[in-house]
């Protein structure tokens, strides 16, 4: 399956669902496409559904370079971002959100259950 994305937008909140194989050129690409996005604001928060993305297994590299490019941006996010993976890719969403959690001021959180992602999103203050 080739990478493939939808990016919805609604107030404050940007969803964006991936699906296909992840790699690190394609994610760098769509994440400078959604911090330019001239609606996107400091206080809009962020939900990644990765339940139908599919990383190579031995990927930890992809991941930090992924990571390292939302680091170029971060400082247009002050609220949240939360990711929703399967199971089989949990351990590569943990990674790659340690990672940011590690460099930037980012509020991020993995999660298996979309409805809990959401409230995350949601909830005030939830990030510092």
């Given at each position: ?30 994440i400078e ?9 400091p206080n ?60 930037t001021n ?23």
């Open positions: 399956m080739q990478f493939d994305y939808k990016f919805m937008r609604s107030g404050g909140h940007v969803r964006i669902a991936i699906s296909g194989k992840i790699t690190s050129h394609e994610c760098q690409g769509l496409r959604v911090m330019c996005d001239p609606h996107l604001h809009s928060t962020a939900l990644i559904d990765l339940r139908d993305a599919t990383y190579e297994r031995e990927a930890k590299a992809e991941v930090i370079d992924i990571a390292t490019a939302l680091e170029t941006f971060h400082f247009l996010l002050k609220n949240n971002i939360a990711i929703v993976a399967m199971r089989s890719t949990l351990f590569y969403a943990e990674i790659f959100s340690a990672h940011v959690r590690a460099v980012v509020g991020i959180k993995v999660f298996v259950d979309i409805a809990a992602a959401e409230a995350f999103c949601m909830a005030p203050n939830n990030g510092a």
